[in-house]
């Protein structure tokens, strides 16, 4: 299970970083110009949500069948004096979680918000925050840019 997920994973990334990144676009450019929040701010939103849900669930379901966990599990002590050990489990998973939850709060409090410009506000903020934590602990020094 393990070697077809983590492809899949891998994948799934880019997709969230593009999503991230063109919801983060439109919520400037829409309270910068001012314009109003519309269907396709909603559309990127919704596309930015569901890639994350699903990237954490993948990530949540290779951290219980990693070699490289089970391996740290063994001995967490050792693994968390290991830089690269204690981000893969535990700053990574526990970064993305959070991450996850600022970009659901957003939508959230982008929901309720009554002004446009409060609405493109809100996205900018949170789903700013979000792709930065995320951008943080993405183990890119042992991950290749494109593994399949």
């Not at 379901?61 to 740290?72: E, H």
């Amino acid at each position: 299970m393990y070697q077809f997920i983590l492809p899949v994973h891998n994948f799934v990334r880019w997709f969230f970083l593009a999503a991230a990144l063109y919801a983060i676009y439109r919520a400037f450019k829409g309270k910068t110009s001012g314009t109003p929040y519309s269907k396709d701010d909603k559309t990127a939103a919704t596309l930015l949500l569901a890639s994350a849900h699903s990237q954490l669930l993948l990530g949540l379901i290779l951290w219980f069948y990693s070699p490289t966990v089970q391996l740290a599990l063994a001995n967490v002590g050792l693994a968390m004096k290991d830089k690269a050990s204690r981000l893969i489990l535990l700053e990574h998973p526990l970064l993305m979680i959070i991450a996850v939850a600022i970009i659901q709060i957003g939508k959230i409090k982008v929901k309720k918000a009554y002004a446009d410009s409060d609405k493109h506000q809100r996205s900018l903020v949170y789903y700013g925050i979000g792709l930065i934590l995320v951008l943080s602990r993405i183990p890119w020094s042992s991950t290749p840019l494109f593994r399949f």
